[in-house]
């Protein structure tokens, strides 16, 4: 609304400036070894120009409207995700990183927002985290789609917290010949949380960790077009 409403005042601005041209053109003489680089006779374009450059300005304010909606979930996604890591105890800088990794993998943002938010809980440190951009791009590579991250994230932070293997993580450890039920057991040896987390993510890696490397090596200018991208939607 503020927006709307300073566009329509730029309106009028660009009108009021128009009829101060004559103005500006009555101390042209004065300006001259400013300018003296232009055409002389550049007083006569001024009019014609800035009445373009009204129009422009203008068809920018509507594409910035236009763009509101996604600029907030934007601003919103960057929100949860520097709230799940500072509440969990980590930096907002591990946060983004930690994203950065990941939407170079997915290139999507709310995608990559809820894989890493998941991450922020279940891993103690910046290793970790590191370990887990490995383990993504390794299923990613491996299996796509059909093994969606953020549904992987969620269900090792759940079994990690219950001690029993739940959701997409039981397709990680199957598909890749370990048993369920036999991880199930070594996961009811472990004495807490802290300890089914690390081995959780010490089994994923060791079961896609190389992958995942060989992933970034072959698609570095992917993972990295779309970090750019990401950079330039966080400036």
Known sequence: ADL??????????????????DDVADSADKAESMVSKLASGLKGGLVAGFKGIAGAAAGVVTAFLASAEASAEYIEDMGKLETAFTSAGHTAEV???????????????????EAVNHLAKLTQSEEELAQWTDIAAGIYGTFGDSLPLEGLTEAANETAKVAAVTGPLADALNWAGVSEDAFNNILAACNDE???STLITSTLT????EAGQ???EVNGDLIASRQAQSDLNSA
């Open 4 to 21: 709307d409403d300073e566009s329509n005042d730029a309106e009028k601005g660009a009108d009021q400036f128009e009829e101060s041209l």
């Open 95 to 113: 946060a983004q990183e930690s994203y950065r990794g990941m939407v170079g993998i997915l290139g999507e943002t709310d995608q990559s927002v």
């Open 194 to 196: 802290q300890e089914r």
């Open 206 to 209: 060791r079961l896609y960790g």
């Open 214 to 216: 060989t992933y970034q």
